[in-house]
């Protein structure tokens, strides 16, 4: 068996592994009724504008500044302090990499309160073999972020690669590896994009206060 073979079951490997380990975690809140958006389990995107916002706490545009945090993720159960232990000891991993970056907000379009109390807002994602491929936010990128927070209160996550949009070429775009796509299967201009984010918030706002008497 030659060496490139060999590298190539030993990468499929780690994927699988560090898959099924994501997959335990979302599991286990699942189970609990927490909402995890970074366990790098990858979700049907949204198929129209009103869904996307609506499943999410933050958005803004905004550009990943720096790393604050790397770390391995055991999850937010009570039950995460007992698998780091017991990880130690395990053959196979109980968690999964995680880094947080900090991402340096340009415009705000929905708060949840976050940007308002001038608190930093923190990106988190799962690290990956494949973690250079253009759907992985890194360093420099500059983005159109819709944010779930997280079960911690302190984190954010995109629930599904559409939850970041570029919209620094003429349309707007989001990545599935090494392509590029278009949201809701459309061309739009970037401005368009984000204007149709900037009234669909402003619409649900609209639907969700109490009418006068």
Request: charged share 25%.
């Given at each position: 068996?030659?060496?490139?073979?060999?590298?190539?079951?030993?990468?499929?490997?780690?994927?699988?592994?560090?898959?099924?380990?994501?997959?335990?975690?979302?599991?286990?809140?699942?189970?609990?009724?927490?909402?995890?958006?970074?366990?790098?389990?990858?979700?049907?995107?949204?198929?129209?504008?009103?869904?996307?916002?609506?499943?999410?706490?933050?958005?803004?545009?905004?550009?990943?500044?720096?790393?604050?945090?790397?770390?391995?993720?055991?999850g937010y159960?009570?039950?995460?302090?007992?698998?780091?232990?017991?990880?130690?000891?395990?053959?196979?991993?109980?968690?999964?990499?995680?880094?947080?970056?900090?991402?340096?907000?340009?415009?705000?379009?929905?708060?949840?309160?976050?940007?308002?109390?001038?608190?930093?807002?923190?990106?988190?994602?799962?690290?990956?073999?494949?973690?250079?491929?253009?759907?992985?936010?890194?360093?420099?990128?500059?983005?159109?972020?819709?944010?779930?927070?997280?079960?911690?209160?302190?984190?954010?996550?995109l629930?599904?690669?559409?939850?970041?949009?570029?919209?620094?070429?003429d349309?707007?775009?989001?990545?599935?590896?090494?392509?590029?796509?278009?949201?809701?299967?459309?061309?739009?201009?970037?401005?368009?994009?984000?204007?149709?984010?900037?009234?669909?918030?402003?619409?649900?706002?609209?639907?969700?206060?109490?009418r006068?008497?």
């Open positions: 068996m030659s060496i490139k073979i060999k590298r190539v079951i030993v990468l499929l490997l780690v994927v699988a592994v560090i898959g099924a380990a994501a997959g335990i975690v979302h599991g286990r809140l699942k189970a609990k009724g927490l909402r995890d958006v970074s366990t790098g389990i990858e979700n049907p995107v949204p198929q129209t504008m009103k869904e996307l916002i609506s499943s999410s706490d933050l958005i803004v545009i905004g550009t990943v500044a720096h790393q604050v945090n790397q770390d391995i993720f055991y159960d009570i039950g995460a302090k007992r698998r780091a232990v017991l990880d130690k000891a395990s053959l196979t991993p109980l968690g999964v990499p995680v880094t947080d970056y900090e991402i340096d907000v340009e415009h705000v379009i929905l708060d949840d309160g976050t940007v308002a109390a001038g608190r930093p807002v923190i990106l988190r994602i799962i690290e990956s073999p494949d973690a250079g491929s253009r759907s992985t936010p890194k360093i420099g990128d500059r983005r159109l972020f819709f944010l779930g927070q997280n079960p911690d209160q302190k984190t954010y996550g629930q599904s690669l559409m939850h970041q949009v570029d919209i620094n070429g349309f707007a775009t989001y990545y599935r590896g090494p392509s590029s796509l278009l949201p809701f299967s459309e061309n739009i201009s970037s401005e368009d994009f984000v204007g149709r984010t900037e009234e669909g918030v402003t619409r649900l706002r609209q639907a969700i206060q109490p006068e008497n």
